[in-house]
């Protein structure tokens, strides 16, 4: 994907299964910054899921009106969930998450840590 990918873009890419036995086409959020993406080979996400767990402390969810194109459901980003990933990886752009959301999710992630 020759294209500037940025934070707050919602991307598809094979994720891989956390025993690495394989990986299925999920869309994921791009978490790292502009200039980061810029530079870098590679981007740093945070997994997107259409399984919701209201009981998930580490999850954000993301209402329709949250996010731009793409997603076919109410989901939910799994701030525990975060993956480095070429960008060669990158399957296609499909939306983009709402700067009112994406700071929960920030907030979400640097608390997990």
């Given at each position: 994907m020759g294209e500037i990918l940025k934070s707050k873009e919602i991307v598809l890419l094979p994720f891989?299964?956390?025993d690495q036995s394989g990986a299925k086409r999920r869309p994921a959020l791009i978490i790292s910054n502009d200039k980061f993406n810029s530079k870098s080979p590679d981007l740093i996400v945070c997994a997107?899921?259409?399984?919701?767990?209201?009981?998930?402390p580490y999850s954000v969810f993301i209402e329709k009106e949250d996010w731009k194109a793409g997603l076919y459901s109410e989901s939910c980003v799994?701030?525990?969930?975060?993956?480095?990933v070429?960008?060669?990886?990158v399957l296609k752009k499909i939306g983009w998450l709402s700067a009112e959301r994406f700071n929960q999710v920030m907030?979400?992630?640097h608390g997990s840590m």
């Open positions: 891989p299964f956390s997107i899921t259409s399984n919701i767990d209201p009981s998930d799994k701030s525990s969930l975060i993956l480095t070429h960008k060669g990886l907030e979400k992630v």
